[in-house]
């Protein structure tokens, strides 16, 4: 069974019975006219799927919710027209409700909640109208230039608590975004004209050696800039799709994919230009698409569309720069060149791009672009099948990235990129905590390795710099770790993920305004962005005090699985925060609850331990006071020490150190052992897991620090003793720490 979030629509007609009993033959016409002239194009032009059709309506599915919008406004203000010479008995009015949600699909139907609100939003339509929920509204708002009417929280059947609704305001704004219907199939007398034309063209053709990329020839449908999603920026903005590859060898998907990549990040670097990251192109990789549709979504006037042919030594690259506002291409050009002149293709494709666009590169930008290192063409090819194994999210490929990344340097010692490469691969894992991959300790080191090797090779890599402003902000070493974040978006001013970096790294050191608005900018670089992005604008929000705008950042992604969601900056955590300060505090316990389902052991000792990075102590309170307020223990489990029974320093040292412990580690439903050497070495034996590491004792706590456990850092607790503890039972004693509750007896 498949689960996935998706945007429903559901539609009926107004009246359809008494429609049907007043003329049933004139009726069917009408609702088959209007499916076949108006309903199925526009749902055609907005990438919309009829799950099912009923005699008096419809339910759909569109890729994102804001096709879902644009497609209702576009069919309703039709209807409207269509309606005008008609009598009024004789009018067919469509009630439209749309929403965001889990859905169940199976076959070729859908089920779930997400379809049932659909279904009830519809119903509270006015005829004529759209109703949406709130999570529609919010996530269109700035997207589609659109007015809302708020009705409130309405209770709705079948659907346990009240949901907010919203009507959409079908004014002049709406009809802005309104484009002609797509036209009808030519007839036949049509076809006879255009093969006339045909052969007129051909003659100018072979007369004047007119090209076939003129950019008065338009070959895709304009977009007007007052239909794009979003607004323009003040300089010129482009997207390059994903590069088709054209290769008889289908493996050599990863080498298309790389191409596109390194232009999207050599362009990134030319800052006269807005470029659209990777992470939005790539989401229309393998689809049919429209360039007025890619431009009008990822709000850009140019797009870049090609392809890539490898056969032995030879590679042919095809591009083409095309106009997303008139339709017109404004270049093109075929580059068949051998392999290892790829990069001299890759320069090229650069500089014609920005002289086509007119855009003035500084003299730093001309410097970096003429003397670009080319690596070995080798190290190159496995450098890109590295990087393909990355961005696959798969540990399984992550780690042999890691080995193609060792290989591509080993062939080539000064390729800084296979270095920057390999430090963002072990950021990562020791962000997402991939173990087995390697220890958060061994991560950390390599990662800050490559980083500063690939910078003592080329000092212009801003993945570099990023990767070292996450360490740096790790060890509270804020200063720095802002310098370095605000390097890499210098060095690199389109790119989405440094900005993304710096977000984080101002949120934590106690800026929240700018990274609020450096988030923003991500963002709006990438229109189409994982998860984590929409994760650190709703931190970023929580951090000003904008709990109700976070909530409606968040509340879309909550229920999202996803490999970044790592116990910490989770969606759920954050939007249970909110909920809690902005006294929702029923929301804010079924987010925690949700969260102790997956990890029962998180506590407030935990998170204060996790997020003892931020700089200003009242963020870092503001924090834990709202997760307390949302449910959260005070320690794993809810555990609750008696202090009458806990033991002192004094007491700790006799328990502790030339002894040996056993009984249960709660944390992991398994029997342990712990051997505690007179120097303060521990050895940690369960089961399934042997650990050697350090303890201490320091303010009446027990401090150990293992390199698998809280990222190698030292975990504190206190020891209480169980009156109702025996010998037997080795429970005797109670340890708990921000990692887990062990019951304990003295071993003999």
Not at 11 to 33: I, N
Not at 218 to 230: G, N, S, T
Not at 326 to 354: C, P
Not at 377 to 388: G, I, M, W
Request: with cysteine; net charge negative; charged share 25%.
């Amino acid at each position: 069974m498949e689960r996935r979030l998706a945007a429903i629509l559901a539609a009926d007609v107004v009246g359809y019975s008494r429609l049907m009993g007043k003329d049933e033959a004139a009726t069917l016409a009408a609702l088959k006219a209007h499916r076949a002239e108006l309903i199925d194009p526009k749902a055609n032009q907005y990438n919309g799927r009829t799950i099912k059709l009923m005699g008096d309506g419809a339910l759909m599915e569109f890729p994102s919710v804001v096709e879902a919008v644009a497609f209702a406004v576009e069919v309703q203000l039709a209807m409207r027209v269509r309606n005008t010479d008609l009598p009024e008995d004789r009018q067919i009015h469509y009630r439209v409700g749309i929403n965001i949600g889990d859905i169940i699909v199976e076959g070729d139907d859908i089920y779930g909640d997400g379809v049932n609100i659909a279904a009830r939003l519809e119903n509270l339509a006015e005829p004529g109208g759209i109703c949406v929920r709130r999570n529609v509204r919010n996530q269109v708002r700035d997207k589609l230039d659109l007015d809302y009417e708020d009705r409130g929280e309405i209770e709705v059947k079948n659907i346990a608590r009240p949901i907010r609704v919203f009507s959409v305001v079908l004014d002049d704004k709406a009809e802005a975004l309104v484009t002609p219907v797509v036209a009808a199939p030519i007839k036949t007398g049509h076809r006879r004209w255009l093969a006339m034309a045909a052969v007129l063209v051909l003659g100018l053709v072979a007369a004047g050696g007119l090209a076939w990329w003129q950019p008065w020839a338009p070959e895709v449908e304009p977009v007007p800039v007052k239909r794009m999603a979003l607004p323009l920026p003040d300089k010129p903005s482009i997207a390059v799709l994903p590069f088709a590859n054209l290769s008889d060898d289908k493996t050599q998907e990863y080498f298309a994919d790389g191409l596109t990549d390194d232009l999207i990040t050599d362009l990134s670097k030319v800052s006269g230009l807005f470029v659209i990251a990777r992470n939005s192109v790539f989401t229309f990789k393998g689809k049919p698409v429209r360039i007025q549709d890619v431009a009008k979504e990822l709000g850009v006037r140019y797009v870049v569309e090609g392809s890539v042919r490898r056969a032995g030594d030879k590679v042919r690259v095809n591009a083409t720069l095309i106009d997303g506002n008139t339709g017109h291409h404004v270049w093109a050009e075929r580059y068949d060149r051998e392999i290892t002149d790829l990069f001299a293709v890759q320069d090229e494709l650069i500089r014609q791009i920005v002289s086509a666009l007119a855009v003035q590169l500084t003299r730093i930008e001309e410097t970096q672009l003429a003397h670009r290192p080319a690596p070995k063409f080798e190290a190159y090819d496995l450098y890109l099948q590295a990087h393909d194994g990355y961005f696959s999210g798969d540990e399984a490929r992550m780690r042999e990235s890691l080995e193609l990344y060792e290989q591509a340097w080993t062939i080539d010692p000064t390729f800084a990129r296979a270095y920057a490469g390999y430090a963002r691969l072990a950021a990562d894992i020791l962000r997402l905590r991939y173990a087995r991959l390697m220890s958060s300790p061994v991560a950390r080191k390599a990662a800050e390795n490559a980083a500063m090797k690939a910078l003592a090779l080329d000092p212009t890599i801003p993945d570099a710099y990023s990767v070292l402003a996450l360490l740096k902000l790790v060890d509270r070493d804020h200063d720095a770790a802002v310098q370095s974040a605000q390097r890499a978006v210098a060095l690199d001013p389109n790119s989405a993920d440094a900005h993304t970096t710096l977000a984080v790294v101002l949120s934590y050191a106690g800026l929240p305004e700018a990274a609020l608005e450096t988030i923003r900018t991500a963002i709006r670089l990438n229109p189409r962005p994982p998860p984590h992005f929409w994760i650190y604008y709703g931190l970023a929000l929580f951090l000003n005090h904008r709990y109700d705008d976070a909530i409606a950042v968040l509340e879309p992604i909550a229920e999202i699985e996803d490999r970044s969601f790592r116990l910490v900056d989770t969606p759920r955590e954050i939007l249970a925060m909110a909920y809690a300060q902005s006294g929702r505090l029923d929301q804010a316990r079924t987010q925690v609850q949700a969260l102790r389902e997956q990890y029962p052991f998180i506590n407030l000792a935990l998170y204060r331990l996790y997020y003892d990075h931020h700089a200003r102590e009242e963020d870092l309170h503001h924090r834990l006071d709202a997760l307390g307020k949302a449910g959260v223990p005070a320690w794993p489990f809810g555990f609750d020490g008696d202090p009458d029974h806990r033991l002192n320093g004094s007491a700790l040292q006799d328990l502790i150190f030339g002894k040996t412990w056993s009984g249960t580690d709660a944390g992991r439903e398994l029997p342990f052992v712990e051997q505690f050497g007179e120097d303060g070495d521990v050895v940690y034996a369960a089961a399934t897991t042997i650990m050697t590491g350090t303890a201490l004792i320091t303010d009446d706590e027990l401090c150990e620090r293992f390199e698998l456990l809280l990222a190698g850092r030292y975990g504190c607790g206190r020891v209480y003793r169980n009156p109702s503890g025996t010998s037997e039972d080795r429970n005797e004693y109670v340890y708990v720490n921000q990692a887990t509750v062990k019951y304990f007896s003295l071993a003999e």
